[in-house]
């Protein structure tokens, strides 16, 4: 039988613990979002002058008089760098990770882009109507997916609609929270 010194056996000992150390720390790292995930997210969103005008919270909506009983309220999921959402959000998501939060200031060039006067195109009154549509001023309609605004209505036969997405022009904010994160590469 073989004896082991104490200085062989604190050697041991110091040996293992050190090992053990640098394996917890070189241990599984917690996932960041990067471009190709599937992500869910909760936000607010807020102009600068504190108004809120989207949420994926319903208390949220309703404390800011935005509650809409027709919306599913709960968090937004997308793949990120898909362009499913605004190229700052999409953005200012990758490198968080699960449960880790980040406001952001988006610039119109970051969001729905600056505002065009050019795209205020008149349209013929008979078009709406043949539609079942009854335009007035301020009224949003839906140009396939997209919402676009009345802007004027000069006369019987012509309305002027704004073609411009109702964000144009507009520096958002928002705290978002990645709530989970699906890698690309999982199977």
């Known amino acids: 039988m073989t004896m082991i010194s ?3 056996s604190i050697s041991a000992i110091l040996l293992v613990l050190s090992i053990a150390l640098i394996a ?6 917690e996932k960041t979002v990067k471009s190709g995930d599937s992500v869910s997210v909760d936000y607010t969103g807020w102009f600068d002058n504190g108004t809120i005008f989207d949420t ?34 999409d953005d200012a998501v990758i490198g968080l990770k699960a449960n880790e939060s980040r406001n952001i200031t988006l610039t119109p060039d970051q969001a729905y882009g600056d505002y065009d ?23 949003t309609l839906y140009y396939g997916m997209q919402p676009v605004t009345v802007y004027s209505i000069p006369n019987n036969t012509t309305v002027y609609i704004d073609f411009n997405h109702p964000m144009a022009g507009k520096t958002l904010h928002f705290m978002l929270t990645v709530r989970e994160i699906q890698s690309a590469n999982a199977s």
């Open 6 to 8: 104490k200085r062989q």
């Open 24 to 29: 917890g720390c070189a241990g599984p790292t």
């Open 56 to 89: 994926s919270s319903q208390a949220v909506a309703q404390q800011a008089g935005i509650y809409n009983e027709n919306m599913t309220y709960g968090p937004l999921n997308f793949t990120v760098g898909s362009g499913e959402v605004i190229q700052g959000f």
């Open 117 to 139: 006067p050019t795209l205020i195109q008149p349209v013929p009154m008979s078009t709406l109507l043949d539609n079942n549509i009854t335009p007035h001023v301020n009224d």
